[in-house]
């Protein structure tokens, strides 16, 4: 799975880089990325089906909740990393 990351085309926008839309719009790009949210919704709904408490996530830590990484001084503003299918 993670060598997906290595063969995908990569291109720069605004100071950064991200996988090229092109290719992430080809068919098996997208055969796969529906078969990774098909899993992740049973992985969730099998996780609330057994009480997970997705309203209360902090109760779930056993020794609190773990401290928050810092990415240095450049990531300074709250990070989101989602990504959008087509």
């Known amino acids: 799975m993670l060598r997906w990351w290595f063969i995908c ?6 100071g950064g880089v991200m996988v090229a ?11 796969g990325a ?25 109760a ?4 609190g909740r773990p401290a928050l990484v810092d990415f240095g001084p450049r990531h300074t503003a709250a990070i989101s990393l989602s990504f959008a299918m087509a």
């Not at 085309?9 to 605004?14: E, S, T």
């Not at 990774?36 to 996530?57: K, M, N, Y």
């Open 60 to 63: 779930l830590y056993l020794d």
């Open 21 to 31: 839309t092109d290719w992430m719009q080809t068919p098996s790009q997208l055969a």
């Open 34 to 58: 529906r078969i990774v949210a098909e899993r992740t919704c049973q992985i969730f709904t099998r996780l609330a089906a057994s009480g997970f408490a997705f309203d209360q996530p902090a």
């Open 9 to 14: 085309p990569l291109v720069r926008r605004d």
